[in-house]
């Protein structure tokens, strides 16, 4: 069976890409420093179905995916991985997926890692906040290797950022 590990990496690097971009433009990111490997990574869900014939693990019903203070929810997150390799394909998590970690929050219906494009894709109604900063739309699209992200909307909609600037401390 994949390594739990292997599944959380694609959880981690969903909540710690920079997903906040304008379309014309990159934002500051808020989702930077999520991940820590040096944690025991537990995952709750009402059942598990593992076939290696379709090479795919489900986590099915009410999941939970926790590292030191991250924290994921879905309904279900699938793992699809190479034949004869194990290396991961594809994750997806569906469902009311939201992502937490202190004031950082992102939440869609979707969250899908494609890993050989290393590419990550958060859709319906996606939006990505920590305190009172956010971007909203129906897609979040992070491409890993390039340090870009485009946030679209649907047809004829648009998007929705708000970015407050930072107060100087004393």
């Given amino acids: 069976m994949i390594r739990a590990t292997l599944l959380l990496t694609f959880l981690f690097i969903l909540a710690a890409v920079p ?3 304008a379309p014309e433009g990159a934002v500051s990111n808020p989702l930077t420093g999520l991940y820590s490997s040096d944690q025991p990574v537990g995952i709750v869900s009402d059942r598990l179905e593992a076939d290696d014939v379709s090479h795919q693990v489900h986590f099915v019903g009410n999941v939970v995916v926790r590292q030191g203070n991250f924290t994921l ?8 991985y190479l034949d004869g390799q194990r290396d991961i394909d594809q994750v997806e998590a569906i469902g009311g997926v939201r992502i937490l970690q202190g004031n950082r929050v992102a ?24 305190g009172q900063d956010f971007i ?23 998007v929705n950022a708000v970015i407050h600037p930072k107060k100087d401390q004393p």
């Fill in 19 to 21: 997903v906040l971009a």
């Fill in 73 to 80: 929810y879905a309904q279900a997150v699938t793992v699809r």
């Fill in 107 to 130: 939440t869609g219906e979707r969250a899908t890692l494609f890993n050989r494009e290393s590419r990550i894709v958060l859709s319906g109604a996606a939006k990505v906040h920590q």
């Fill in 136 to 158: 909203q739309g129906d897609e979040i699209t992070v491409f890993l290797n390039e340090d870009r992200s485009v946030v679209s909307g649907p047809q004829g909609t648009r």
